[in-house]
């Protein structure tokens, strides 16, 4: 272990310490036979510890709570990371709370390519749309996190996970104190922020137990809007440890209300090179109205439920947000068969309902209200049927009704939703799902050896409701109350239930083959099986894109040889080499709700051309990189780490929006998507990071990395199925779809460079810390011809250590100031791809806000 007072260099002795410090020094095992309830057992809640894994093979750093906690009392484990090489964290909100406008990539890798833990538990692939997990701020506490390990190349083949094609981030929670304990922390801040905090520890008791519950509240308002994001947590855990094992019980409650930011769609220039002034409109935001109905309904929409035509696609919505209820619970048990075998099984269960809730114009949504709320409708002749933001304007082609008749029936569709003129559409989930996981750790002598498996049992369903808005009662309809539980859907355009089962197993061996080598090797294997029913299918119309009904069935995939082999070499004490090889693979989303999986493909047929001939993606991910520590004397010091990887990134999946107005965050318009399989993705980057130690007060802390993902097909539906291919371009096959110029393109989303900074000037009882943050410019379609500019921000803490005495009898207690977006920069943050190549959109930068942290003991 490595301790310090300087929180700089405590994050990068992380990214740079050497193998001198190996994993048995944490946990008594070895850094592949560690199985996840050891190391959840290590608590790391007393002073900046690192965990240094430098017996692991490939690029893996973690960051301590304590430091987890300096960036932003709170903050979400996800957004701690941003700080870490490779890593591109953004999002709306200062915390990381708001999902729904969360964008991750490392390496390259999306978010839903990564793998995520709490505690070992697998935490689903953090798709917005729940379906199999939960984010590891609903997992627990930010406060009660005791590390967060990042590998950033490829993770452990014990994780449990099927997604993580790239990386994994686990997350750990703390263990209870060994001595009676009350901590507090209040936050108050811009935007009137309270974010309240207490947690209480039993200290040891019974001669082997100790346990602690603790509780959060937290309330911030939307930097642009009246939205409340908020809610409650609670968590508790139990330990009793003896001689024979080690058990651990655990519980998360967390119910969360997040009113959702909203993004600004942007459209290319015309082939002529002209924009019409609708694509012109592209304001910074788009700030909800609630609570101002009556100023939404009779100052913004139409007598008819329309958005100003003038506004297109950047129309203004009522509101949006996200309600999510979890309950999580494990038990864990480590069995101390001998001195050279442990035997860890943990269960866990995991229940989640939740809305995602979009109040807006009822003419955006009239394509699929009309096929239910009009009696007339079937028999309307194409032509006839409203468009999209044209409720009661007859479409120009028609002949049937006069414009008198298209206005009664517009009229009419008004009174059938409330009379207000607005509509609300929901995605209602739920999820119940069980699991187990096993690990028996062998030591062996030079050999460290584990066997492990993981088994889960996932049912989950997802409805697509729609609400009227009563105009006599609009308090009914608020981000904060459930629809259903406040009035009855004006119908349900479609209900997907799945039943979906993992199995993973493992085996993997650490070799110390000479006192500088270690070798390490296993396998794994990845089996799903899914099924996927729609007992609600959609009405004739109501969909885009849809051929009939939505597909259904099963669809098995099993891959029983996915190996990893590494090894590394410690030349003096000072410098390491490492190397590691593995291969990942992601399995099919069984999310019946929308996003990239083929139970949401536009036909039955596509769904089993997936079935049976899809491949789901795959990678091999290789890395080798260098390790040094160096010290000086006189207090100089410099730890440094450079890592060169590579990826070959097989049969990549992209789902496109069969509707031209369905871009994600501009709306509550949708579609079904086409599942296209564009082919391979080849990347290859280097990370490099250092520390500057000036002595004990001063650090100095660069990362910079460097990635390059291009596309190496185009993609279409030609009747062979191949888009065009040069000579350095191979083809995949797709499904349907026009020609999109792809082949040779950069992965849109992904910077080239990322560079973060961080400056750390400790003088007790005072500490200042700089952190500055570079994302580079980052390609905003697949072809490449669109983009948003790189940006730079910078974030700011000072902190006081109060004097034990100054707030009898408290202790620990401590006075920090943070200020996110130092110098207010203005941006994009998040960006989204939209369909094809024509548009994306994009959400704001948050501005500059500052939080008052008062915390202390007792």
């Known amino acids: 272990m490595v301790r310090t ?125 729940n379906y199999n997990g939960l984010s590891p701020q609903r997992a627990v506490i930010s406060e009660n996190v005791a590390r967060v390990v990042v590998s950033t190349g490829a993770g452990d083949l014990a994780t449990a996970s099927n997604s993580n094609l790239g990386g994994t981030i686990e997350t750990f929670s703390s263990n209870p104190l060994d001595r009676f304990s009350i901590q507090a922390t209040q936050t108050f801040g811009s935007y009137d922020t309270s974010r309240s905090f207490v947690r209480v520890d039993t200290g040891t008791f019974g001669g082997n137990n100790s346990a602690y519950v603790s509780g959060a509240r937290q309330h911030a308002r939307a930097w642009d809007f009246r939205g409340i994001q908020g809610g409650w947590q609670a968590n508790a855990k139990f330990v009793h440890d003896d001689s024979i094992g080690k058990l651990t019980l655990y519980f998360d409650y967390n119910d969360f209300a997040q009113p959702n930011e909203d993004a600004t769609v942007f459209f290319k220039p015309s082939a002529g090179g002209t924009a019409t002034p609708v694509q012109l409109y592209t304001p910074y935001t788009k700030p909800f109205f609630y609570p101002d109905f009556n100023g939404y309904r009779n100052g913004y929409l139409s007598a008819l439920g329309n958005s100003p035509s003038a506004q297109g696609s950047n129309y203004r919505n009522y509101y949006s947000d996200a309600q999510r209820t979890d309950y999580l619970a494990y038990g864990r048990y480590d069995a101390h068969l001998a001195n050279w075998a442990t035997l860890s099984t943990t269960a866990y269960y995991h229940h989640n309902d939740g809305a995602g809730v979009v109040a807006g114009p009822l003419g955006q949504s009239i394509t699929t209200a009309q096929p239910y709320l009009d009696p007339g409708y079937a028999s309307l002749p194409a032509n006839c049927r409203f468009g999209g933001n044209a409720n009661g304007v007859r479409p120009s082609a028609c002949t049937a009704l006069t414009a008198a008749q298209a206005a009664a029936a517009g009229a009419a569709l008004v009174a059938a939703t409330g009379g207000s003129g607005l509509i609300t559409r929901t995605t209602e989930y739920r999820i119940d799902r069980w699991g187990v996981i096993a690990a028996l750790n062998l030591d062996l002598g030079p050999h460290k050896v584990e066997l492990g498996g993981w088994f889960e049992h996932n049912s989950t369903t997802q409805w697509r409701r729609w609400y009227g808005v009563d105009v006599n009662n609009p308090a009914f309809s608020t981000p904060y109350i459930r629809p259903l539980e406040a009035a009855q859907p004006l119908f349900t355009q479609y209900q997907g239930d799945a039943m979906i089962e993992q199995l993973q197993l493992h085996i993997q061996d650490s070799w110390q083959a000479t006192e500088k080598l270690v070798i390490q090797a296993g396998l794994k294997t990845s089996a799903q099986w899914a099924d996927g029913r729609y007992p609600v299918q959609p009405r004739a119309g109501s969909l885009s894109g849809l051929a ?27 410098e390491q080499l490492y190397f590691n090889a593995q291969k990942n693979l992601r399995q099919y989303q069984a999310y019946l709700a929308g996003g990239g999986g083929p139970w949401f493909t536009g036909s039955q047929a596509a769904f089993d051309a997936f079935a049976d001939e899809g491949r789901p993606e795959s990678s091999w991910t290789y890395e080798a990189g ?87 097909s185009d993609y279409s539906s030609t009747a062979s199925g191949i888009g065009a291919a040069t000579d350095s371009c191979i083809g995949g096959y797709l499904v349907t779809g026009g020609v999109v110029p792809t082949c040779g393109k950069e992965l849109p989303g992904v910077p080239k460079w990322l560079n973060k900074t961080v400056a750390t000037l400790s003088l007790q009882p005072f500490e200042v810390q700089v952190i500055g943050d570079y994302v580079g410019r980052r390609y905003a379609t697949f072809s490449n011809d669109a983009s948003v500019p790189s940006f730079f921000q910078a974030s700011l803490r000072v902190a006081a250590r109060l004097p034990d005495s100054f707030i009898a009898p408290l202790r620990k207690a401590e006075l920090a100031l943070n200020v996110t977006n130092l110098t207010d920069k203005k941006g994009w943050s998040t960006v989204s791809i939209g369909s094809a190549t024509n548009s994306y959109s994009a959400y704001p930068i948050a501005p500059r806000q500052w939080f008052l942290t008062l915390s202390a003991a007792y």
Not at 548 to 561: A, E, N, S, V
Request: proline residues 5%.
């Open 5 to 129: 007072s300087a929180s700089l260099f405590a994050l990068a002795l992380s990214l740079a310490l050497p193998a001198t410090a190996a994993m048995s020094q944490e946990s008594g095992q070895s850094a592949v036979g560690q199985d996840a309830g050891s190391r959840a057992a290590d608590d790391d809640t007393s002073a900046p510890t690192i965990i240094v894994t430098g017996r692991e093979t490939r690029t893996s750093v973690a960051l301590p709570g304590t430091e987890i906690q300096k960036i932003l009392p709170g903050v979400s484990p996800l957004k701690a990371i941003q700080t870490l090489p490779g890593v591109l964290y953004v999002t709306a909100d200062p915390w990381g709370y708001n999902e729904q406008n969360a964008q991750l990539f490392i390496h390259g890798f999306a978010a839903n390519q990564l793998g995520y833990t709490m505690d070992g538990l697998p935490l689903g692939d953090q798709s917005y749309g």
């Open 548 to 574: 009939g009904g939505l597909p259904q069935g099963r669809i098995d995939t099993k891959r029983w040889f996915l190996p990893a082999a590494g090894a590394t070499y410690d030349f003096n004490g000072h």
């Open 626 to 712: 260098l390790r040094t520590n160096r010290t000086f004397g006189n207090g100089l010091g410099l730890n440094a780490q450079v890592n060169y990887y590579h990826v070959d990134f097989s049969n990549r999946l992209l789902a496109i929006s069969t509707n031209p107005g369905g871009i994600a965050g501009s709306g509550i318009t949708g579609g079904t998507s086409i599942l296209v399989n564009v082919g391979d993705v080849k990347t290859n980057g280097v990370d490099a990071a250092f520390t500057l130690r000036l002595g004990r007060a001063l650090s100095l802390y660069n990362a910079a990395s460097y990635n390059l993902s291009k596309y190496r």
